[in-house]
């Protein structure tokens, strides 16, 4: 399926969805240094990368239109510095905020269906109106706001719109805060999804329901007792249930049966197979980055839970979250290739560049299992449509 993807980083989000199918993919990144990433694992022959269309350019402006009415999907993960916890909360004052420019690729491309990724703060109150907006726009992207009007006015004219004729929407929409973790991901991240589907494609859209739980996983360490034994840890010497866990251990055992989800992905999971890291050897991203330590908030990410969710950092590497506490209790930095893993990269993808400028890679790319998840979920509709439109 041919797809477009706007904001591409490194690749996270457009790995996954090529996993469920959409493979056929112009990717627009503008970052030089995500680009050269991107560049380095197609000529590598790295699975995926290699299919894509990479091109080096600001969305701002840029020509979509070219690039015809027949996409399958558009996606992408407009700038979060805007709707960030940790940013100016200036929302769409804040000249960094891309959404219309999401907008507009809908809008020129027509696309059967399109994801968008964004920070949770997206789904705080002060952004309620903004988000309300956003949605608005999506649902009727062929209704461009006249320069004369402020966004407050012209979501008041689509709103209008909107109740007098929902069955004349353009597109149908969902919008959920979703955690990473539950969808196979071995991070606690917390994220804001935007899916819709064309009208004429489905009458329904619906993120997909979570896949893994957090239940599931203590069940599994504090019940059954197989996580430990899987990592060969003797479930009596395993740390303890935490206040949560220990909540949930009792619930489970009234319940007296395992959840059907599958468990929780642990950082223990995904990283025990690499090993120590490297002081050199074979893989270039596997290496001791030196200087970790803690302080107030900054505590590290415990192996034997997803990890906490990793960050860019405008300087680097920020405090806990890219830290990893060891068995002594001492903490040390996600090597690149752990953090990598950490986002559902393969260990054939290199991230190229600094150590800031991989670290703001990966702290910034959507977790290749999103992609994947929800992206399935479309591939879905979108063969279902065509098979309906065939059989007819």
């Not at 399958?72 to 891309?98: E, T």
């Not at 009208?199 to 203590?218: E, V």
């Not at 929780?264 to 001791?288: E, F």
Request: aromatic share 8%.
């Amino acid at each position: 399926m041919r797809s477009l993807e706007i904001f591409g980083g490194c690749g996270g989000l457009a790995l996954g969805l090529s996993r469920a199918g959409f493979t056929r993919k112009v990717l627009i990144e503008r970052d030089g240094h995500a680009v050269q990433t991107l560049v380095y694992n197609q000529q590598r022959g790295v699975r995926h990368f290699c299919e894509w269309d990479v091109v080096e350019a600001d969305v701002c402006g840029f020509a979509f239109d070219k690039l015809g009415t027949n996409l399958d999907l558009v996606s992408g993960g407009p700038p979060c510095q805007p709707f960030s916890i940790g940013g100016k909360h200036l929302g769409p004052a804040d000249h960094r905020n891309l959404w219309p420019e999401a907008i507009r690729a809908v809008k020129e491309t027509r696309p059967k269906a399109f994801i968008f990724e964004n920070v949770q703060g997206l789904l705080r109150p002060a952004f309620q109106e903004y988000l309300r907006y956003i949605v608005l726009q999506l649902r009727w992207p062929s209704r461009t706001k006249p320069k004369s009007l402020s966004w407050q006015q012209h979501a008041i004219q689509l709103s209008s719109l909107d109740e007098a004729s929902p069955d004349l929407r353009e597109y149908q929409i969902d919008v959920k805060g979703i955690n990473a973790a539950d969808y196979g991901a071995a991070q606690k991240r917390h994220r804001a999804i935007v899916v819709g589907v064309r009208s004429d494609i489905s009458s329904t859209c619906q993120i997909p329901n979570p896949t893994h739980s957090q239940a599931s996983l203590t069940w599994d360490k504090y019940i059954s007792g197989d996580y430990w034994i899987r990592h060969g840890i003797d479930p009596g010497k395993s740390a303890g249930p935490s206040a949560t866990e220990a909540r949930l251990v009792a619930q489970l055992r009234q319940l007296d049966e395992r959840p059907n989800l599958g468990a929780w992905t642990t950082a223990r999971d995904r990283l025990s197979s690499l090993g120590a890291p490297l002081d050199g050897g074979q893989d270039p991203n596997h290496y001791q980055r030196p200087g970790a330590r803690r302080y107030r908030n900054h505590t590290g990410s415990l192996a034997d839970e997803p990890a906490k969710a990793l960050k860019a950092g405008a300087h680097g590497v920020p405090g806990g979250e890219n830290m990893l506490v060891q068995s002594d209790n001492s903490v040390r930095y996600f090597t690149v290739r752990e953090m990598a893993r950490l986002q559902g990269f393969p260990d054939e993808f290199i991230a190229t560049g600094s150590w800031r400028h991989v670290t703001r890679q990966l702290g910034n790319a959507v977790p290749a299992e999103i992609g994947e998840a929800i992206g399935s979920y479309i591939a879905g509709i979108i063969a279902s449509a065509v098979s309906t439109r065939i059989a007819a």
